[in-house]
């Protein structure tokens, strides 16, 4: 596994080694032993999501305020645009983003902690995104920060409107969001 620290250095690229031959591949997605050592985090994942989405859905920019969950994110099918967003005031990246490129081709991982936003866009016709939490979901605590907010000016590669949920068309500018205080 070949981690990498992106913009924001606590946001993480996780390239797992692949083996492969003409039959196809073998990779080891996680390895709490290896997470630890190459990322020197210690956490816990107590829950797995799994989501299917068509082409041109924009799902984020999501977040917990209470209970807020660290989220190690892959695509198994298809291709999606990852964004994170710092919401830690006392960061000096706040209110700043990385996005890349996950699908089930390059195998890659995000590692998004505590204290930030996530969204992601599919680019291609469908696709199955899976993620682990250290958190468990809290409803009651979601947050959504609007995706096409003009502070943040994230670069989203679109083609045209993307289909967004109804909780998702309503979320707040980021000037008037919840952001996390320590």
């Known amino acids: 596994m070949k981690v990498t620290a992106t913009a924001i250095p606590e946001v993480l690229l996780v390239e797992p080694q ?14 709490e032993r290896r997470w630890r050592e190459q990322t020197g985090l210690d956490r816990t994942f107590v829950q797995d999501n799994h989501s299917r989405s068509q ?3 924009l799902r984020g920019l999501h977040y917990q305020i209470r209970q807020p969950q660290g989220k190690l994110v892959r695509v198994v099918v ?3 645009f990852d964004v994170a967003v710092d919401l830690r005031r006392w960061s000096p990246t706040f209110g ?5 490129v996950l699908s089930a081709e390059n195998k890659r991982q995000l590692w998004v902690p505590e204290g930030f936003a996530h969204g992601f866009l599919v680019l291609s016709a469908t696709a199955e995104f899976l993620y682990r939490t250290t958190d468990y979901y809290a409803p009651e605590h979601e947050r959504c920060i609007i995706w096409n907010d003009t502070r943040l000016a994230i670069d989203w590669p679109l083609s045209g409107a993307p289909l967004l949920s109804a909780k998702d068309r309503l979320g707040l500018p ?8 320590r």
Not at 96 to 100: A, L, N, Y
């Open 18 to 31: 692949v083996f492969g031959d003409a039959r196809g591949f073998f990779y080891e997605s996680y390895n």
């Open 174 to 181: 980021f000037a008037e969001a919840e952001v996390y205080e």
């Open 55 to 57: 082409g041109g859905v």
């Open 96 to 100: 700043r983003w990385v996005g890349m």
């Open 78 to 80: 298809g291709e999606v």
